[in-house]
């Protein structure tokens, strides 16, 4: 694996001149497996923002361009939180970490009673539109299941990570809210699981 990702620093150094380059997600957890991205952050100076999946020794890259400024804006990168730097030539990434960190750990500005009121209400018009049985009610059944997970974390005062890092979570810390997910996200899920689901978030 060293290797490879030796193969992959050289590559975004070459095409980008990047000069810090920092591995997330699960090749820097040490859980990947043959179908996993590397996830990467690279900084260079004025480059076009992109995201390069370019397959190195046999890998798909899921690597993300940006401008050295961008480093300031911490609450961008907290899905980088304990990543691994592959390249610092401007010891910018080992402090760049610690403040993510500590934004993290901070947590995100905590919604208004109101706020929580219309997600919550968003969230029974959703299911009660749901159930039209016509391919709006169809979409609109799966755009509920998307958001209701970020919504139930904007509704508990907690960073929203994407799913994979917010479904551990739940199975860590919140085992209640991971079988509600866990029955209403199966693809064979009954509209009542579906309710249930629902009802948790608002009962929060």
């Known amino acids: 694996m060293k290797d490879i990702l030796e ?3 050289e590559y975004l150094i070459k095409k980008y001149n990047c000069h810090s ?3 997330y997600g699960s090749y820097a957890n040490g859980d990947f497996t043959e179908e996993s991205d590397i996830d990467l952050i690279c900084f ?11 397959i190195i020794s046999g890998r798909q890259l899921d690597a993300w361009i940006y401008d050295t400024g961008t480093m300031d804006n911490f ?3 907290l899905h980088v939180r304990g990543g691994k730097i592959l390249l610092d030539e401007r010891n910018k ?6 403040e993510i960190d500590k934004q993290f750990k901070k947590g995100p500005e905590q919604l208004t ?6 997600l919550k209400n968003w969230l029974a018009k959703m299911l009660n539109r749901a159930q039209k049985e016509d391919i709006e009610g169809n979409f609109r059944y799966h755009w509920l299941l998307v958001d209701s997970l970020e919504i139930y974390f904007n509704i508990k005062g907690l960073w929203y990570l994407g799913p994979k890092k917010s479904l551990k979570w739940l199975y860590e810390n919140d085992r209640d809210a991971y079988n509600v997910f866990d029955n209403a996200l199966k693809v064979n899920a009954d509209i009542a699981d579906v309710e249930k689901l629902v009802e948790f978030i ?3």
């Not at 990434?93 to 610690?98: A, I, Q, S």
């Not at 009673?113 to 219309?118: H, L, V």
């Open 7 to 9: 193969d992959v620093k």
């Open 21 to 23: 380059i920092i591995l």
């Open 44 to 54: 260079c100076d004025n480059p076009h923002a992109e995201n390069d999946t370019s």
């Open 75 to 77: 609450t961008q990168f």
């Open 93 to 98: 990434c080992d402090n760049f970490l610690k």
């Open 113 to 118: 009673a109101d706020k929580k009121y219309f």
């Open 202 to 204: 608002r009962t929060l």
